[in-house]
């Protein structure tokens, strides 16, 4: 059973820096590439940052430069680190493998930024 829990989320001023969290009971966490999407309003699911097993990582030119991802395979948590927050980042994020694995999204937690 997969389960996907997000949490970190907040309002926050354009420029300001916020640091998601997931927790994820998903058989093989340290094997598995893993990444961060997001959903706007009205707008598709995104992958906007993707690390691998061996921790090679990959960004949507969106998050390119302000993003960072990471993972701790000892408590099966994976991070983003998002910086040089827009109001373009506002979204619900979400984490799961890479591909996701189907239908086992999380709840997600809300960023939005606005002044």
């Known amino acids: 059973q997969v389960q996907l829990v997000e949490s970190g989320g907040g309002v926050v001023q354009p420029g300001g820096s916020l640091r998601l969290s997931c927790a994820a009971s998903?058989?093989?966490?340290?094997?598995?590439?893993m990444g961060w999407y997001r959903q706007a309003p009205g707008k598709q699911r995104e992958l906007v940052a993707h690390?691998?097993?061996?921790?090679?990582?990959n960004y949507a030119d969106s998050v390119k430069g302000r993003f960072t991802i990471s993972r701790d395979n000892a408590k099966n948590t994976l991070y983003p680190q998002m910086n040089g927050l827009k109001p373009g980042d506002t979204a619900v994020y979400y984490c799961?493998?890479?591909?996701?694995?189907?239908?086992?999204w999380g709840q997600g937690t809300q960023v939005t930024v606005s002044s």
């Open positions: 690390i691998t097993a061996a921790r090679s990582t």
């Open positions: 799961n493998a890479v591909p996701p694995v189907v239908p086992s």
């Open positions: 998903i058989s093989g966490f340290s094997f598995r590439p």
